[in-house]
């Protein structure tokens, strides 16, 4: 069975870019979305027609320096026949976070459409999006007008004339999108322009910052995941992963993913190129493989963060160019199942994957990926889990939430169906599984601990290794593998030659591999954090995602890298048996992509 750790980072990513106020807070379910929150330039009017019986009126200063406000003024005159209700600009307005988006719009002195020249601001941060009230709402009666305002409220940054600013003679014109606000005109206005002249600034960082934006809005990079190692019909390997394309074009992320698959020898050299065995218009996901006599059964969980499937494939290896089947979904979205665990006993398969509500599922199939009865679930709240073929029976195991904060363990027939009652083990949920081992009177966990008590000085990280008899009652003290820290979290693998636990750690970007108790050796200074044992014999294949042929801006300036896949044999001694081999050679570099808070030091 492989062995994989990968710490579980959770991106919090804000859809909309909000902020904190003093008001009550709108939920995002209710505040609305601009519907171009990512462009920057001049928006099409094909969004939806420009309203042509009213009139946004902009006035502003002619002439301004560094430091100066436009003083903008923003009236609407009313040319229909109904009362029309508008909301004034409030907080997001201006950074198309929200609607109403309030928007400028530049163009040069030959006419042609250009970035802020005002220069470049921070963005907003995450916070709570302000509700929109009744005084934010503005009535235009019919053949009247109405004072919009100035949004200095809002975020009067943004019309200020920041240092980082063009010099020059421009056009301005303001556009607002309130086509979906509840208690408001339906509305796309678009102001004639105002000539605004910039009288100073710095060129050279305006026009970095601008080549930093353009970069921003066109580029591609590509990323590198793994999966195990295979055995093959020669003595040598196969090697499955994932590559992530990300592209965006003209301001819109087109992202795409491959499952690859190559040959490896006995020495794990490559022998050829990388075929792709299945392509996705998302992410892969994470891939997990078992062999099976005649090739390889995969499982994978492609597409988009909150519509996620886990699908199984199976390849056929007895081929001279191997053959993938049509994937068979077995979860379907929506849903965000992200890890899977597959193995495989006599002619049946199990995949353990988490349900649209994240419930832990294990789910049993034919050697080609059909369903083999109703899945079972195991727990409503899983956060790790492991599942071996172990004799007649698969054993899975997971760290659960939800009422029983704990270890589990339960054992299954080939067929799905539990064996004996569930085995309750102490462990702390947000531990890090490292390895498993299952003995005929119990078994042993290996875990990384990746926080301390702030309250417990002599509470400590590091990778454990902790034995249970099997009625999962802890038996001797807790071992630390390797050292310890109260300030390096670790992120490992850990696998058994005979009785040894073997065990690669990473601490910042510090791949350590040792025996037992023992002393480490360095295998890497730049390895990242999926780290994973195959046994191959009486040794261990260890492979992992190393960035060290990353030599980009990004990866030196803002250690943004991209990875390759390595991997070396390891004795019984618990040290490396040859020099790492590089196995891919997919990756490609980002661009570098400063933020908005500190892009001035990566300009001249």
């Not at 999108?177 to 000539?195: K, R």
């Not at 992530?244 to 499952?259: K, N, Q």
């Not at 899975?396 to 704990?406: E, K, M, N, S, Y």
């Not at 019984?572 to 892009?599: C, E, F, M, Q």
Request: proline residues 8%; aromatic residues 6%; hydrophobic residues 40%.
């Amino acid at each position: 069975m492989v062995r994989v750790a990968r710490s579980a980072h959770l991106a919090l990513v804000c859809g909309l870019v909000i902020a904190c106020s003093l008001r009550e807070p709108q939920s995002h379910d209710d505040a609305i979305a601009s519907p171009a929150p990512g462009l920057v330039g001049p928006l099409s009017d094909t969004l939806a027609p420009v309203a042509a019986d009213v009139a946004l009126v902009v006035r502003a200063r002619e002439v301004v320096g560094v430091g100066d406000d436009l003083g903008l003024e923003l009236r609407v005159y009313n040319h229909s026949g109904a009362a029309i209700t508008l909301v004034r600009p409030v907080y997001g307005s201006w950074e198309h976070a929200r609607q109403p988006d309030y928007r400028l719009e530049w163009t040069d002195e030959y006419g042609e459409p250009i970035l802020d020249p005002l220069g470049f601001a921070p963005d907003l941060d995450c916070g709570v999006m302000d509700a929109i009230t009744a005084d934010d709402r503005i009535v235009a009666a019919p053949g009247h007008e109405a004072l919009l305002g100035s949004a200095a409220a809002a975020r009067s940054p943004r019309h200020v004339v920041l240092p980082s600013a063009r010099p020059g003679k421009y056009g301005l014109r303001v556009r607002y999108l309130g086509l979906d606000i509840p208690g408001a005109t339906a509305l796309h206005l678009l102001s004639d322009p105002v000539p605004i002249t910039i009288r100073d600034g710095d060129p050279a960082k305006w026009a970095c910052r601008a080549n930093q934006l353009r970069v921003a809005a066109d580029h591609q990079y590509a990323d590198v995941s793994f999966t195990g190692l295979v055995p093959a019909d020669n003595g040598g390997f196969w090697q499955l992963f994932s590559r992530y394309v990300h592209e965006v074009r003209g301001g819109v992320a087109d992202p795409r993913g491959e499952l690859r698959m190559r040959r490896l020898g006995p020495d794990l050299e490559p022998r050829g190129d990388a075929f792709v065995v299945f392509a996705s218009a998302d992410e892969v996901g994470w891939v997990s493989a078992a062999p099976e006599p005649e090739g390889i059964i995969v499982g994978f969980t492609p597409g988009p963060v909150g519509g996620r499937s886990v699908q199984i494939l199976t390849i056929d290896t007895t081929r001279a160019t191997p053959v993938a089947s049509a994937p068979r979904i077995i979860q379907q979205p929506p849903g965000n199942p992200y890890v899977t665990s597959i193995a495989r006993l006599d002619d049946r398969v199990a995949v353990l994957h988490h349900d649209a509500d994240a419930a832990l599922m294990l789910t049993v199939l034919d050697r080609t990926g059909a369903e083999l009865g109703t899945p079972v679930r195991l727990a409503p709240m899983a956060t790790r889990f492991d599942l071996q073929a172990v004799g007649d029976a698969w054993i899975a195991t997971w760290l659960q939430r939800d009422g029983i904060d704990g270890g589990m363990l339960r054992r299954f027939d080939r067929d799905g169906r539990p064996i004996d009652a569930e085995v309750r083990f102490p462990l702390d949920p947000a531990h890090d599984f490292a390895g498993l081992r299952h003995r005929p009177d119990g078994f042993d966990v290996a875990y990384a601990d990746r926080g301390t008590r702030g309250d417990d000085p002599q509470d400590m990280m590091g990778m454990y290794l902790q034995s249970f008899d099997a009625a999962g009652r802890p038996g001797g003290r807790v071992l630390a593998l390797g050292p310890e820290s109260r300030t390096d979290a670790p992120v490992g693998a850990v696998a058994w030659l005979g009785d040894a636990a073997v065990h690669a750690g990473l601490t910042g970007r510090r791949l350590a591999l040792g025996r037992g108790p023992g002393p480490t050796i360095t295998v890497s200074t730049s390895a990242e954090e999926r780290i994973l044992f195959v046994p191959v014999g009486d040794r261990l294949a260890l492979v992992w995602g190393d960035t060290r042929d990353d030599d980009s801006p990004a990866c030196l300036q803002l250690r943004s890298c991209t990875s390759e896949v390595y991997a070396a044999f390891v004795g019984n001694d618990g040290t490396l048996d040859g020099a790492p081999v590089r196995l891919t050679h997919d990756a490609v570099a980002k661009p570098l992509l400063p933020s908005s808070h500190d892009w001035q030091r990566h300009c001249p």
